[in-house]
């Protein structure tokens, strides 16, 4: 039997891709930061009558200890991990002229840093699966850095520059890492992000008109299943790509990125938000 730790698995992607994994036979390790919310998704893993395939651990990507401790747990359990997907993330948003540097840091901590230190404490354990998998959950702020989401798109490009180096670090050990790009999805991450509203004047119409677009967007957004049925598909892929956007529009926002000239692209999101 396969083995996958999922981060962030309380909810959004994380849950679905959880309970996805379990669904094709895996025994997923489903690490949350806080165990008091484990409840929705053991229930909906007892429905299925597949309990005996989840464990649920507390573990902070934030904290050291708690993720050493899931490794020597892992270890000692099954001495290899097969699958490590890395979601545990939350979406910081606001201008720069008023988020405070601790919001910048604390983004970076949980969405970037968290993504190493997991992944750096779990390697040993990949490293003694036949052919194992690591899956970096981006975004489409990843590809383009809309306004208002500075925090947000700065750290998925970390994750997306880390994981092009990972990748080739770690191809000759058969270990394939990939990123996953989604679009807008209804997973509750951008609630955070949309808190934003109180911090901007009425009459500042860019930034208004910027939130505007964001939660039409988020209003808009896709069945987050989606994403879930594509992580399954990478890791029941022998060798999966390194790059998969899912979503509406994020293929062809890949696409105008790196053919469109960007004074096209900065003169097209200006008048679109004036």
Not at 11 to 18: E, N, R
Not at 193 to 205: C, K, M, V
Request: charged share 25%.
């Amino acid at each position: 039997m396969k083995t996958a730790l999922v981060t962030g698995a309380n909810g959004g992607f994380g849950k679905l891709i959880a309970l996805e994994l379990i669904k094709s036979g895996y025994f997923v390790i489903a690490a949350m930061r806080n165990r008091k919310k484990q409840a929705e998704l053991i229930e909906e893993v007892t429905k299925l009558q597949l309990e005996h395939f989840l464990e649920v651990v507390e573990m902070d990507v934030t904290d050291e200890n708690q993720i050493q401790e899931v490794t020597s747990w892992i270890h000692s359990r099954f001495n290899r991990l097969d699958v490590l997907v890395n979601n545990a993330g939350y979406s910081q948003g606001g201008f720069t002229d008023h988020l405070a540097m601790k919001e910048w840091k604390d983004q970076f901590d949980v969405n970037f840093f968290g993504v190493i230190q997991v992944t750096k404490n779990l390697l040993p354990l990949l490293e003694q699966s036949e052919t194992a998998k690591i899956i970096n959950l981006s975004s489409v702020s990843g590809i383009l850095g809309f306004p208002g989401m500075g925090p947000y798109s700065a750290s998925k490009f970390a994750v997306e520059g880390y994981s092009e180096s990972l990748r080739l670090e770690l191809l000759r050990k058969n270990i394939f890492v990939s990123v996953v790009e989604p679009a807008s999805y209804k997973t509750g991450i951008w609630e955070r992000g949309l808190e934003i509203s109180a911090t901007i004047p009425r009459e500042d119409r860019f930034k208004n008109n910027t939130l505007a677009f964001a939660k039409r967007a988020y209003e808009n957004a896709g069945d987050p299943n989606e994403v879930a049925v594509l992580i399954k598909r990478i890791c029941e892929t022998n060798r999966p790509k390194f790059r998969y956007t899912v979503g509406k529009g994020a293929t062809s926002l890949r696409y105008i990125k790196k053919f469109i000239p960007w004074s096209i692209i900065e003169k097209s999101v200006i008048n679109r938000l004036k």
